[in-house]
């Protein structure tokens, strides 16, 4: 082994969102302190090819900075196990059940977290149903339909009508063969960053989104110049200190490892939080909340990395 540690980061691959992958890795790459590690930049192609073959005497630990499906679904984590290789972030369960907005919900119910009503359905089911408004007849309008397994907010729609409902699983088919519509509600969104090992995570402050119109598509996170949410937020300290309890607790129902960032909608009304969804590799882009959240938290971007490839080499008693 050489003296610095080698870090194999692993970017793009055949998800939507390949291009998000590649700016989360380069700012990755950017600031990995040079005097700890030698960078190994591996872009995998739309199509799931890998330019070099992924091996011991290559890479001392991997860091996939992979988002949505075949990166953030369990499925390069498995790999990554059978090479026995240390590795950045959750597992192949968790990372699994995370990525299906259908499991993960069914997880945070059966530890009493609170969740959004929803419903869910399969093509098959959609096609063949002789009145389409049957499969939401629980939910009120507006909606927000969206594929069971992607991120990003891609194949997202909010839906005030019948007509838009069509449309919206329409797109949504497009992503994924399972569609979940969610119960639009009134609220606030917030992030709360986790950071750690199995028995010890740490949360961070919670931030929260700016959403410009109904809420935060793809263009608002990724390709608009605007502010993007406010860190830390600003909120009564006990809803604060709720948020970062139930990160925690939501984290320990999947099993998470290393990173997750668990995201929240908030009621000012009635006081309600829900767990929205949870991130195993999150963006990690210079506008990324996750970050920003820890940088506020005391823990700047590079020592975010190191402690995150600590905790890979600790998994795996390297």
Aim: aromatic share 8%; with cysteine.
């Amino acid at each position: 082994m050489s003296e610095r540690v080698r870090v194999a980061v692993l970017a793009g691959g055949p998800s939507a969102e390949h291009e998000v992958s590649l700016q989360s890795a380069q700012a990755v790459l950017d600031a990995l302190p040079k005097d700890l590690y030698e960078p190994v930049p591996i872009i995998i192609d739309r199509q799931g090819r890998w330019p070099v073959e992924l091996r011991r005497d290559l890479a001392d630990v991997v860091f996939p900075v992979l988002h949505g499906p075949f990166g953030e679904d369990g499925v390069v984590q498995g790999h990554l196990e059978t090479l026995g290789m240390p590795y950045v972030g959750c597992g192949v369960l968790a990372s699994a059940v995370a990525m299906n907005k259908i499991a993960i919900r069914r997880m945070l119910v059966a530890e009493n977290i609170p969740v959004i009503p929803q419903v869910w359905f399969t093509e098959h089911e959609w096609r063949t149903t002789s009145d389409p408004s049957e499969p939401v007849k629980s939910l009120d309008w507006p909606m927000y339909v969206k594929p069971a397994n992607m991120g990003s907010s891609i194949g997202i729609s909010r839906v005030t009508s019948m007509e838009e409902l069509r449309a919206g699983v329409d797109l949504a088919l497009t992503h994924d063969r399972l569609v979940v519509v969610e119960q639009g509600v009134t609220a606030r969104e917030f992030i709360c960053g986790v950071l750690g090992g199995y028995d010890t995570p740490e949360a961070s402050v919670p931030g929260e989104l700016i959403v410009p119109g109904d809420w935060l598509d793809y263009e608002a996170k990724y390709l608009s110049q605007a502010e993007i949410a406010t860190i830390p937020a600003v909120l009564p300290e006990r809803v604060a200190e709720d948020m970062r309890e139930l990160s925690l607790r939501a984290f320990r129902a999947i099993g998470g490892y290393g990173l997750s960032r668990v995201d929240f909608l908030y009621e000012e009304g009635t006081g309600r939080l829900y767990v929205l969804e949870i991130n195993t590799m999150p963006g990690f882009t210079s506008r990324s909340v996750y970050a920003r959240a820890w940088a506020a938290s005391g823990v700047p971007y590079p020592d975010l990395l190191r402690r995150l490839i600590d905790l890979a080499f600790a998994r795996s008693g390297s």
